[in-house]
Nanobody, 123 residues
């Protein structure tokens, strides 16, 4: 399966962006997640959705501000990001894998990755 991420850009603090991750060639695996990586930092978990059940999971740092959702008909997972802060500035990656629930927070458990999309929050 090939993943294509898009939707990044430059936004002012307090603004919103919606990222998209589209699967082609095959279906998403059990979990589809967004990770982000800021310069000089490790890749960190942001949010995940169980592709079949729709159950969602969030990092504490984005809970209440970000919403992950899926559209099965379009083979697409979205990340709606509201109330963006400068600390959200990073390259965002979508990944998919068949890990168990406890493994969704570790990027090493994902086999398929899209290219990154850059989110810059700045005034």
């Amino acid at each position: 399966v090939q993943l294509q991420a898009s939707g990044g850009g430059l936004v002012q603090p307090g603004g919103s962006l919606r990222l998209s991750c589209v699967a082609s060639g095959d279906t998403f695996r059990r979990y589809v997640s967004w990770f982000r990586q800021a310069p000089g930092k490790e890749r960190e978990f942001v949010s995940a959705v169980n592709w079949n059940s729709g159950h969602t999971y969030y990092a504490d740092s984005v809970k209440g501000r970000f919403t992950i959702s899926r559209d099965k008909a379009k083979s697409t997972v979205y990340l709606q990001m509201n109330s963006l802060e400068s600390a959200d500035t990073a390259e965002y990656f979508c990944g998919s894998g068949s890990t168990i629930l406890s493994g969704i927070y570790d990027s090493r458990n994902y086999v398929y990755w899209g290219q990154g999309t850059l989110v810059t929050v700045s005034s």
